[in-house]
């Protein structure tokens, strides 16, 4: 069985990929109004792919005989100055993603639950890469001024970014 606080802290997680899921959707609504139809889909896959984070964990803790407790999500940013802005509000978020991961790791390890720790590691890994092609994008954007013809390249380039689902029967490591 989890600990309780174990299970607190893994619902609470659910929580903060279901609103990444919520945040990425907003900036999807935001690249969709201003006709970035390829950046758009890179926000569509990150929908994605945050949902899969979630269903993980509600996965899990169904698995270890654990109680799902669903909550509140709050309302995503809605207001974009430009496509810059959307990449940087992209980078802080999943830095705190991943501070989050860390701490739910620091939970793990104290209680010495070595399934939640080795669930985990998935997620530790994920953020690396998550914080990798973000900050990637955002040089881009910032190497071109976020705007012209520069920008139109990007677009196209993320317009074949696709979701790549878990194999079936697996709890859904992408
Ligand atoms: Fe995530
Ligand atoms: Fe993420």
Redesign the pocket.
Known sequence: MLSARLQEAMNEQINKELY?EYIYLSMEAYMRSIDLDGIANFFTV?TQ??HL?AMKIYNFIIDRGGKVVLKKIETPPVDFKSVVDVFEQTLE??KF?TKSINDLMDVAVKENDHAVISFLKWYVD??VE?EANVTRILSKLKLIGGEGHGLLMIDQDLAARVFTPPPAGSTGAA
Do not use: N
């Open positions: 990444s990150q792919e945050e984070h978020h999943e993603i994920e953020q998550e």
